[in-house]
C-alpha cells in the first residue's frame, strides 16, 4: 500500500472532517483515524495533530468496543 486509502469520511463542520484511511509506514499497516481542516472551502484537507492510529492487531479491541458501542445506543 504505496498511499493512503481513504476508507470514510466523516463531516464534522464545513470545515473540518474525520478521514479514516489505511496506510502503511516503514512496511508496517496502520488505520488512522484523523482530524482534517480546510481554509479554501474544501478545496484542499490538512491534516491535524489530532487523531488516533491503530496497528492490525488492535482492530479487534477496536470492532469489540464499537459494537458494544451500538448495542447500548440500540438499548436506549
Same mark, same amino acid.
Given at each position: 500500500? !504505496?498511499?493512503?486509502?481513504? +476508507? !470514510? @469520511?466523516?463531516?464534522?463542520? #464545513?470545515?473540518?472532517?474525520?478521514? =479514516? ?9 496502520? +488505520? &488512522? ?5 480546510? &481554509? ?7 491534516? @491535524? ?7 492490525? #492487531?488492535? +482492530?479487534?479491541? +477496536?470492532?469489540?468496543? =464499537? &459494537? ?9
Amino acid at each position: 500500500m !504505496a498511499d493512503s486509502k481513504i +476508507l !470514510a @469520511t466523516i463531516e464534522r463542520s #464545513d470545515t473540518e472532517q474525520l478521514q =479514516i484511511s489505511l496506510s502503511e509506514y516503514k512496511g508496517t499497516s496502520y +488505520l &488512522n483515524m484523523r482530524i482534517f481542516f480546510t &481554509n479554501d472551502g474544501g478545496t484542499t484537507w490538512i491534516p @491535524t495533530k489530532k487523531g488516533v492510529t491503530f496497528t492490525p #492487531d488492535q +482492530l479487534d479491541i +477496536l470492532t469489540e468496543a =464499537i &459494537n458494544e458501542a451500538k448495542q447500548e445506543f440500540m438499548a436506549e
